[in-house]
């Protein structure tokens, strides 16, 4: 009896992992087996976000006490989505692939990373490639300019009108950089600890703008600050700005994860992912 | 001998740090020459705006200070109500971290939405620096009070004045010169402190430097912003040691002048 009892369990154990693995394990990538990777625990991926994650790069909400608003291993959300995609392509099942809670501000702290690679729309800049390794890009982005459909802000159409208004975000990130590069608005731009002071300063109307990147935009519009609405995309300036993964400086591991980039874009897959969880256009193209 | 023992020391710590594997990541993270020349301008730039909060904020600061000591020694039942009022002010924001009061007064007085209010961070930065270090100089000018010897006050009640000119005239001046070291030291605390005002929006010397430290990766300017703080607290500290050296001089040398 608990011979049938133990190899029934194994059997439904058996099942539930091929369910939870998704569709038969993909073809691996070449010179890229699971055990020739340098990871920081073996056999498994290590991954970190941060704490909260927001839509819509994560999706799907938290039923774990550890994670605010989503929990990064429900496979939804951009992000999240694109990380299983790797990890699959690496050879890897979802229960394999563990997470983290990594503060954007530590992410790149010197010293040995917990983590193999960190995701948490962090741009690429040739500054930060002396610190830590990224990966090519998995999301080419846009900035975007937030204000409250009741200010004058809301009526802006070009990128020149903006220079009067108060504008703020969220600090270290590469929207604070635009206002100061490319924006120059005549008052100093206000900048925040996390994006959720930026928005609480918005509301407050202690700013008139908040510039986040484009995808970011909908969750604020629609969840966390009804009366606002999307000013308008900001064109790139310079090269394009791309999120990319981030390593360990030297981490051989980004080599096998960049052929798993790659072939997640030539097959269409970062195409249908963006689609799926980013798939929103609309908002003008400020001049 | 202290020399000899001093170098060893410095020389055996120095090896143990350079000799160690993480060295050479530490050294490019935190001691790039290029990213301090880079940063240092701008983050000087924003320490004046650090300036500019503790300079005013320490005004407003030594007033209500006072005026609350004075309300804590008033003597006699009828002033029962006013002392407990300074006690529970002195209570509750001794005991409230100041981060939080800067964060509920900087996002919460603004979501009021109430008209003529100001909406300002720096403003509402400076009020809640204001409201905290008030608590703790009070208790350092009730120390200084307290200090001076009750035959004082009873010299100035004999020679006619009334409690609050006895304090005003005899007691509040002896009490401010013992007490200016520890006033001096709350005062470099708020210095410090003025980098939290930076979680409400306003780009001072720390959050300019966290800026660049997220645009590069690399945490020299937080070491230019230390250095900057630094600059500024050590000519106090020694200002300060010369006021009490001054102040002893000429309370030896006794007699009139």
Same mark, same amino acid.
């Given at each position: 009896m608990v011979l049938v009892g133990l190899a029934l369990t194994t059997l439904v154990l058996a099942l539930a992992t091929t369910a939870i693995?998704?569709?038969?394990?993909?073809?691996?990538?070449?010179?890229?087996?699971?055990?020739?990777?340098?990871?920081?625990?073996?056999?498994?991926?290590?991954?970190a976000t941060d704490n909260p994650a927001f839509d819509p790069w994560w999706s799907g909400g938290s039923k774990s006490k550890d994670w605010e608003l989503n929990d990064p291993t429900t496979g939804k959300g951009y992000e999240s989505a694109v990380a299983y995609e790797i990890a699959r392509r690496l050879g890897f099942t979802r229960g394999q692939v563990t997470w983290k809670a990594v503060p954007f501000l530590r992410s790149f702290a010197p010293g040995k990373k917990p983590f193999d690679w960190y995701m948490a729309q962090v741009s690429v800049t040739p500054e930060r490639k002396n610190a830590v390794a990224f990966s090519t890009s998995y999301y080419n982005v846009n900035q975007a300019v937030v204000g409250l459909k009741t200010s004058s802000i809301a009526r802006v159409r070009s990128l020149a009108g903006l220079k009067q208004y108060k504008l703020g975000a969220q600090v270290g990130?590469? =929207?604070?950089?635009?206002?100061?590069?490319?924006? @120059?608005? =005549?008052? +100093?731009?206000?900048?925040?600890?996390?994006?959720?002071?930026?928005? &609480?300063?918005?509301?407050?109307? +202690?700013?008139?703008?908040? !510039?986040?990147?484009?995808?970011?935009?909908?969750?604020?519009?629609? !969840? +966390? !600050?009804?009366? =606002?609405?999307?000013?308008? @995309?900001?064109?790139s300036q310079g090269a394009q700005e791309v999120f990319g993964l981030v390593f360990q400086k030297r981490n051989p591991l980004v080599n096998c994860v960049n052929k798993a980039i790659r072939a997640l874009r030539n097959d269409g897959t970062l195409r249908r992912l963006d689609v799926r969880w980013l798939g929103k256009t609309g908002a003008p193209i400020l001049k | 001998m202290a020399l000899v023992s001093t170098a060893v020391l410095v020389t055996v710590v120095a090896v143990l740090v350079v000799r160690s594997p993480g060295w050479d990541e530490v050294k490019q993270a935190f001691f790039s020459r290029e990213q301090f020349e880079k940063s240092f301008p701008d983050i000087l730039s924003g320490f004046w705006t650090n300036v500019k909060i503790f300079l005013i904020a320490e005004v407003f600061i030594l007033v209500l200070a006072l005026g609350i000591a004075v309300l804590r020694s008033l003597p006699g039942p009828v002033f029962f109500p006013l002392r407990a009022l300074a006690v529970i002010y002195v209570d509750l924001f001794r005991g409230i971290p100041t981060v939080l009061v800067i964060y509920i007064l900087g996002f919460g007085v603004p979501a009021l939405?109430? +008209?003529?209010?100001?909406?300002?961070?720096?403003?509402?930065?400076?009020? &809640?620096? #204001?409201?905290?270090?008030? &608590?703790? #100089?009070?208790? #350092?000018? @009730?120390?200084?009070?307290? =200090? !001076?010897?009750?035959?004082?006050?009873? &010299?100035? @009640?004999?020679?006619g004045l009334t409690h609050l000119q006895g304090l005003r005239y005899v007691v509040v001046p002896q009490a401010v010169r013992r007490v200016i070291p520890p006033l001096l030291n709350d005062f470099i605390g708020l210095q410090k402190d003025t980098a939290l005002v930076a979680l409400l929006g306003v780009v001072e010397a720390f959050r300019q430097s966290q800026i660049e430290v997220a645009a590069t990766f690399n945490y020299t300017p937080y070491l230019a912003t230390a250095l900057i703080f630094v600059l500024l607290t050590i000519p106090m500290a020694r200002f300060t040691d010369w006021l009490v050296a001054r102040d002893k001089r000429r309370q030896l040398a006794g007699g009139a002048r």
């Open positions: 693995g998704g569709p038969a394990a993909p073809a691996q990538i070449a010179g890229c087996g699971k055990s020739s990777l340098n990871l920081v625990e073996d056999g498994k991926l290590s991954l990130t590469t =929207s604070y950089a635009y206002i100061t590069k490319y924006l @120059r608005p =005549s008052q +100093q731009p206000a900048v925040y600890d996390s994006n959720a002071d930026a928005v &609480a300063a918005l509301k407050n109307k +202690q700013i008139d703008g908040l !510039v986040v990147d484009f995808p970011s935009t909908g969750f604020i519009t629609g !969840v +966390q !600050v009804p009366n =606002s609405k999307v000013i308008g @995309r900001l064109p | 939405q109430l +008209q003529g209010v100001p909406i300002s961070p720096l403003f509402w930065g400076a009020v &809640a620096l #204001v409201v905290v270090y008030s &608590a703790y #100089v009070s208790e #350092v000018y @009730r120390a200084g009070i307290d =200090s !001076v010897h009750p035959s004082q006050t009873a &010299a100035a @009640r004999s020679l």
